[in-house]
């Protein structure tokens, strides 16, 4: 227990630099990313072409969101690591799902 | 060969140091919500299969901007020509709501770096305050949804028109377009149930002054990763379910 509490107390930084300004700039992408999504819905057709683009969108989104709100930016670049590059396999896990549930309902249909 | 080779202090084998710089209770949160990723996203593969398998039927996969167009307290109006109603335009107030209890949550967090008690206990209730506000809205758009419209279906289950929605048959297309919007809804829902349990947990301990007899106020910075993960999966969730 002794061990564990002076673990953290010398693990924990103090506060590296995200300031009040940089929290409310984000804040500010983050809506309008969101505002970008929105008109892109409105003014464009529903093709594959602008699904891509919400998707990349949504990328830039947790870009902000993991990198500055969840602090990642600033921690060690192994910690960053661990988590982002088996998510960039469950990434490539996601592509490979959904083309294949493409080619399942070509197969749905042709043996229906 | 008798000599003894003195360890250097400074080696990270001397224990007491995290490979990682942060502590076991932050890596921890870190590795939970990695594999909390991976359930939602198994769970948005399995709504684009869905969706991309119901091609070929008969019941055709709806559009969400002609299921999710109303907004409480506003009927009649239609803002892309007639019958067409609001929108997406509920689902981007929860949007704004939920960006705005994340920001909260890291000036709760930028707070606690400068040990600032009242300053993390105000900016804690916003973020409550903005989770129980998301809840809301989510239990008025489930209402919505599962009473349906008056017009019912547009087309027949054994002869009768459906109405309204539940988990085995719905009036806006096929079964698994109701289900699979509840269970993942539903799923997201309930995490952000769980954080604003915990958010309440951990402002009491705020205003006890745990965390200031504890000399950090790092619980903030924990609970604050699970908040931004809840923030991040409804990003990926409403582009799925909304826009795509």
């Given at each position: ?5 002076n673990?953290?107390?010398?693990e ?7 300031s ?14 969101t505002v ?9 057709d ?6 891509m683009?919400?998707v990349?969108l949504?990328i ?9 709100f969840m602090?990642?930016n600033?921690?060690?670049?192994r910690?960053?690591g ?5 998510f ?23 043996v229906? | 060969?008798?000599?003894s080779v003195a ?8 224990g ?7 502590s076991?209770?932050?890596?921890m949160m870190?590795v ?11 769970l948005l593969v ?6 991309y398998?119901?091609g070929g039927?008969?019941?055709?996969w ?14 009649g ?6 019958g ?13 709501i939920?960006?705005?209890s994340?920001v ?6 930028e707070?606690?770096?400068?040990k600032h ?18 809840l809301?809205?989510q ?5 919505q ?13 054994n002869g009768e ?6 988990l ?9 377009f109701?289900?699979?919007f ?8 309930f995490h ?11 402002y ?19 609970v ?5 993960f809840?923030?991040?999966v409804?990003v990926?969730?409403?582009t ?5």
């Amino acid at each position: 227990m002794e061990h564990t509490d002076n673990t953290e107390h010398t693990e924990h930084h103090e506060g590296h630099g995200i300031s009040k300004k940089a929290i409310w700039r984000t804040f500010g992408i983050l809506s309008f990313l969101t505002v970008v999504d929105f008109a892109i819905f409105f003014n464009m057709d529903g093709t594959m072409s602008r699904n891509m683009i919400f998707v990349a969108l949504g990328i830039i989104k947790s870009y902000y969101i993991v990198g500055i709100f969840m602090h990642m930016n600033y921690e060690v670049k192994r910690l960053a690591g661990i988590i982002l590059l088996p998510f960039g396999f469950i990434l490539g896990l996601i592509a490979a799902l959904l083309y294949e549930g493409d080619r399942w309902s070509v197969i749905k249909w042709f043996v229906e | 060969m008798s000599e003894s080779v003195a360890l250097n202090p400074n080696s990270a084998w001397t224990g007491g140091k995290s490979p990682f710089g942060v502590s076991y209770g932050k890596l921890m949160m870190w590795v939970f919500l990695l594999s909390d990723a991976f359930t939602f996203s198994s769970l948005l593969v399995t709504y684009g299969c869905n969706r991309y398998l119901s091609g070929g039927s008969e019941i055709k996969w709806p559009h969400p901007d002609q299921v999710f167009n109303h907004f409480p307290g506003i009927h009649g109006v239609d803002m892309l020509g007639p019958g067409s109603g609001l929108p997406l335009l509920f689902v981007s107030l929860m949007t704004f709501i939920l960006i705005f209890s994340s920001v909260t949550m890291v000036l709760a967090v930028e707070a606690g770096s400068r040990k600032h008690r009242n300053d993390v206990a105000f900016y804690m209730f916003l973020t409550i305050i903005g989770g129980i506000a998301f809840l809301s809205c989510q239990a008025w758009e489930w209402t919505q949804f599962i009473q349906g419209s008056h017009e019912g279906s547009k087309f027949l289950v054994n002869g009768e028109k459906i109405y309204g929605a539940n988990l085995f048959l719905n009036e806006y297309g096929p079964a698994a377009f109701a289900g699979l919007f509840f269970i993942v809804t539903g799923f997201h829902g309930f995490h952000v149930l769980s954080g604003v349990v915990l958010n309440v947990i951990i402002y009491v301990n705020v205003i006890k002054g745990t965390y200031d007899k504890r000399g950090h106020y790092e619980m903030i910075e924990k609970v604050g990763l699970y908040w931004h993960f809840v923030d991040l999966v409804w990003v990926f969730v409403f582009t799925f379910f909304y826009l795509i």
